[in-house]
């Protein structure tokens, strides 16, 4: 694996790569999940790209950006193990130099849920997203279902601003009791950790009342509301059912649906999301 920092030294080793491209922008401290996106990248391309850059742009002002976790080192070896062909690390410089002045604004999907807790959030990942597309030039571009909203908003940019690459959304990947695997599941405590495995019980109870026949939206959300609520040491942020395509609310699920729930343990924000889809009519 070629690592490499500047933007000179990413254009020159990117010439010698094969096509297609994949890649797959994270933000470092890797885990599983980000494995399984480079996985599949692999198994659809004949070369990947990888970039670690804790963006400050999307982050709020007393958000965790000083304490993001990072081990690069670490990084590394799990991205040389995974078959990775080049690994960028672009710097604060390079992405963000004195008088950057413009930025990217996806106005209706940033606007709800992440985008109203996390004022400017999708405004800085849209940015952040749009320049490591025209620094690595891929093919296609892997983000996980975990960020729904995110990835939703890239599938829109994408589109809206005619990036000429395949964006493909993979499934979150989950420790063994069911929480989705996040970098930020490291600040947790041990009861922290514990108290968050109520997220995936509060969407499995719901999960099991549609596939009961529920298809008001009302009783799912409030399923998971009231499950929250029993937790100590969890406060619910939101917990919404929304058509995937818009992210706004919807009061019956005809066709697919995706529910969405944030909470906070101590000062750790997590999310987590399952898709509801009704299965089509036999005959
Ligand atoms: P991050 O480093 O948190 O910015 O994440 C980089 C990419 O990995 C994003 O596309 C995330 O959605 C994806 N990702 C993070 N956690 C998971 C997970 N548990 N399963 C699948 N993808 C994930």
Known sequence: MITVSSLTDLRKARKKLCEPVGFVPTMGYLHEGHISLVRRAKSECRSVVVSIYVNP????????????PRNLEGDIALLEKAGVDLLWTPTNACMYPPGYQTWI?????????????????????????????????????????KDAQQAA????????????????????????????????????????????KVMVQALD?????FEQGERQTAPLVEIVQHTV???TGVILQYAACVDPKTFLPM????????????????????????ELTVAPVAG
């Open 205 to 209: 109870l719901a999960r099991q009342l």
């Open 57 to 68: 742009s999307q982050f709020g002002p007393h958000e965790d950006f000083e304490k993001y």
């Open 153 to 196: 908003i890239i599938c829109q940019m994408t589109e809206d601003l005619n990036f000429p690459i395949d964006i493909v959304v993979c499934p979150t990947v989950r420790e063994k009791d069911g929480l989705a695997m996040s970098s930020r599941n490291c600040y947790l405590t041990q009861e922290q950790r514990s108290a968050a």
């Open 105 to 145: 604004d996806v106005e209706k999907l940033s606007q709800p849920l992440e985008g109203a807790l996390r004022p400017g959030h999708f405004r800085g990942v849209a940015t952040i997203v749009a320049k490591l597309f025209n620094c690595v030039q891929p093919q296609k571009a892997y983000f996980g279902q």
């Open 229 to 231: 609520e029993q937790q």
């Open 251 to 274: 009061d019956t699920i005809t066709d697919q649906a995706l529910l969405l729930i944030a909470i906070q343990t101590g000062d750790t924000r997590l999310i987590d999301n399952i």
